[in-house]
């Protein structure tokens, strides 16, 4: 006999017990791993133990690095907005030949780690960069004619250079699904292109354009580690600040308060851009006949394709392609070296990664390094993964629970690394965390981070597959456990390597709850590679590039593959 249902908005409500099972372990993993270390930054402001007084506060600590976040991220989004909208368009519209690779390109910056990024800028517009010694050798200069590292451009630059994939993703998505028959209909009764465009198209991109631009405007306000290693330190956003009161002034108070601030901002901007992905992914379930893709036609159409092509592969691949060639190309000496120097192609970076010719206290092994990164990155996969795929069956029950519980889980989406990373120093302290041999609170850490988009992966794969299938293996005899290992992880085993394989880079690259949890016996890459950047010397420069260069290689594989393996139509954004 079956469970009774009853409707709920429309569509049948399955059993509230069986999505409560299902929430269960990723709701309970959610509470005391995020949520609690969110409430204890609060319970510090006021805690009697460290004797806080909010009213002698200097404001001005709070309010000018507020004020600095919010207009570095708003210019940020808009430049990124100039350059992924016409590269949405040229996405949608055209067909060119390096299309497939170009787009593959423009998804790798928003998955590398922010150490790389700083890397390859530093090796194309830094003062030993290639741009600097090609003006210097042509004009005959004795000093770097571009000072590209520690200004306000770089930090514009950088940020465009992350989050363009974003508008070109989301905005040429909802584009290419939008019905040609609208257009064509606005065309026969007269309508010329432009007013097609702002009465027919616009307003039928404008969930996903506010919905991507919102996206945006929260990595950039949240940004740290591209502040941090291309800005400088007289340019603090919040958490530049939450990080230097933190761990350098030890003014957890202070930090605290920052931290509040900018959590009640994402956390706002995270919800609208749930809501706005929500009507966007409504409004494209009825579309049907998709816009044509075709050649450029000679002429004008031609030359402005031809330049968006030249300016994406300018933006997106030129700091990846200089990184790679400037870890095998020596042009200085390193310190204590005499002599006549040997420029040209070389590979003692490389070499040099796996010797300590000074016994000095900051080397760190890469294979070390690597080892450490890798078991991280392995226990994240395992515990996003598991949690990844109950939410996903939990939010295909239908329940009024999900109402509840599904923004709560995409809030990691929108939290702070640093924030998170402040609210474990607070909570876990304690034993038993505190007198682990293993730093168990990284690959935590890390899978808060990469549920987000494991759900986003997992979620719409399992909702695609045929009710159908199910009911014919249960008329066929077969007991639950037999159908899911039948039909549904046959399935859904696309879905879950992508979201490996998201797990996988996110582990690998993050740095910002890094930098708060790791400890000196078990460097992560990211880790390294800022131990080695920070190091004066060409030949410690030199290792931070080739270390930076295998980590790229890393995460341009797992890039590949997500395209690969990603099913046609499903975007994770």
Known sequence: MSLPTARFGGRIKQPTWRAALFWLLPAAFLGYFFYQPLLSIFNLLISPEWGFDLSALDWSQVWQPLRFTVFQATLSTLLTLAIGLPGAWLFTHFTFPGKKTLKLLSTLPFILPTVVVAAGFNALLGPRGWVNLGLMALFDLETPPIQFLNTFGAIL????????????????????????????????????????????????????????????????????????????????????????????????????????????????????????????????????????????????????????????????????????????????????????????????????????????????????????????????????????????????????????????????????????????????????????????????????????????????????????????ARVLGARPFRVWWEVDLPLLAPSLLVSMIFALTISLGEFGATSFLTRPQYPTLPVAIYRYISQPGALNYGQALAMSTLLMLVCAAGIFLIERLRLPGKEIF
């Open 157 to 472: 630059t950088a940020h465009v250079f992350y989050n363009t994939t974003i508008i070109i993703r989301v905005v040429s998505n909802a584009w290419s699904r939008q019905n040609a028959r609208l257009q064509q209909a606005a065309q026969v009764l007269g309508a010329s292109p432009w007013r097609t465009f702002r009465e027919v198209t616009l307003p039928l991109l404008r969930p996903a354009i506010l919905s991507a631009t919102l996206l945006v405007f929260l990595f950039n306000f949240t940004s740290f580690g591209v502040i941090l290693m291309l800005g400088g330190p007289q340019f603090a956003t919040l958490e530049v600040e939450i990080y230097i009161q933190a761990m350098h002034l030890l003014n957890l108070p202070l930090a605290a308060v920052l931290s509040i601030l900018q959590l009640i901002c994402t956390l706002g901007i995270t919800i609208a851009h749930n809501q706005l992905s929500r009507k966007d992914v409504l409004a494209a379930s009825s579309r049907a006949q998709e816009l044509p893709v075709r050649k450029p036609k000679r002429g004008f159409q031609t030359v402005i394709v031809a330049l968006l092509v030249v300016a994406l592969f300018t933006l997106l691949v030129s700091p990846l392609a200089a990184l790679t060639l400037r870890s095998v190309v020596k042009l200085d000496a390193n310190r204590g070296e005499r002599g006549e120097i040997a420029r040209g192609f070389t590979l003692q970076y490389y070499q040099a990664l796996w010797e300590n010719p000074r016994n000095s206290l900051f080397y760190v092994p890469p294979i070390e390094a690597a080892r450490n990164s890798l078991i991280f990155a392995l226990i994240t996969i395992a515990i996003a993964v598991s949690l990844g795929l109950l939410v996903a069956y939990a939010q295909k029950q239908r329940s009024p629970l999900n109402h509840v519980l599904d923004p709560l889980t995409m809030l990691p989406l929108g939290a702070s690394a640093i924030t998170l990373g402040l609210g474990f120093i607070i909570v876990f302290n304690q034993p038993p965390f505190s007198t682990l041999s293993f730093p168990i609170l990284l690959p935590i850490a890390h899978s808060l981070i990469a549920l987000p988009f494991v759900v986003r992966t997992l979620g719409p794969a399992l909702q695609g597959i045929p009710p159908s299938l199910r009911n014919a």
